[in-house]
């Protein structure tokens, strides 16, 4: 098993938490309350999380710009790279409970 394979099993057993399915964007994502918060990249693992953490983890050098294909970094995606695997499970709980909160405020 993978990186992010370990990494959804340990969180699709979380409340309001499921790994995603099908085809295209949301295929292979972990999802809360049908939200993504992390998907596997080429690069390493994608997470969704407050622009100022994505800009500090860019700044540290511990992040790389996350583009989807459209040519511009979104300000709130940041990719962890498979050589900082051990920092994924924090990094993802960050994550979660970045999206979590917004999913309970919409």
Avoid: C, H, Q, Y
């Avoid at 990186?3 to 309001?16: C, I, K, P, S, Y």
């Avoid at 085809?23 to 992390?38: C, E, K, S, Y």
Wanted: net charge neutral; glycine share 16%.
């Amino acid at each position: 098993m993978d990186g992010f394979g370990r990494l959804a099993v340990a969180f699709a057993e979380r409340d309001g938490v499921e790994l995603g399915g099908g085809r295209g964007f949301g295929a292979n994502t972990l999802r809360v309350d049908g939200r993504i918060f992390a998907m596997p990249n080429a690069a390493g693992l994608a997470l969704k999380l407050p622009a100022p953490r994505v800009a500090e983890l860019l700044a540290s050098g511990d992040g790389l710009p996350f583009d989807a294909g459209k040519g511009r970094p979104m300000r709130e995606w940041v990719v962890i790279p498979e050589s900082s695997g051990d920092r994924w499970s924090a990094l993802a709980e960050e994550a979660l409970a970045f999206v979590g909160r917004r999913t309970v405020s919409s």
